[in-house]
């Protein structure tokens, strides 16, 4: 049994870390120093370069999320009547991120590569808006999942 949650609960924490982590650096770090130091012209077209790369991280820590969950709660544990409450509450917080990362992916983010390509900025300031306020959310969501994941187990 030890070995066999190592696996999966390693590659869950390091694609929280990434996702969580990234979603922090982009807010906390990334935005105030781009208005500080950037002419609002420039700031689209980063947002869509750095949000494309970062996003591909993303879809990838989504999957390694979901598998490694699924395996650890179904291969591991016997299933979610075997877990604590803690878990389903991680596994819904979890579902709620993943769509509205979705949500951020499929709407505001290809609104904001459209925008960029025909280089209307207003539409793009409004676009990375809508990006910068569902971040939040997600951020919020994530260290509330991070949170419960490391205190649940002592409720």
């Keep these: 049994m030890v070995l066999s949650m190592a696996v999966p609960l390693v590659l869950h924490i390091l694609a929280a870390v990434i996702w969580v982590g990234g979603m922090f650096f982009a807010y906390m770090a990334l935005r105030p120093a781009m208005g500080a130091t950037l002419d609002p012209e420039s700031r689209p077209r980063l947002w869509l370069?750095?949000?494309?790369?970062?996003?591909r991280w993303v879809w990838g820590c989504?999957?390694?999320l979901l598998i490694t969950g699924l395996w650890m709660v179904f291969g591991v544990y016997g299933g979610m009547g075997s877990t604590g409450a803690y878990v389903h509450t991680m596994l819904a917080l979890g579902l709620v991120m993943m769509a509205l990362f979705a949500h951020v992916y499929f709407a505001p983010f290809r609104r904001l590569r459209q925008a960029v390509t025909v280089r209307h900025n207003a539409d793009a300031a409004f676009q990375i808006g809508q990006i910068r306020r569902i971040v939040g959310i997600n951020l919020l969501l994530g260290l509330l999942v991070i949170s419960i994941a490391a205190a649940g187990p002592y409720f």
Excluded: I, S, Y
């Excluded at 370069?49 to 996003?55: A, S, V």
């Design 49 to 55: 370069h750095t949000l494309d790369r970062f996003f």
């Design 62 to 64: 989504v999957a390694v």
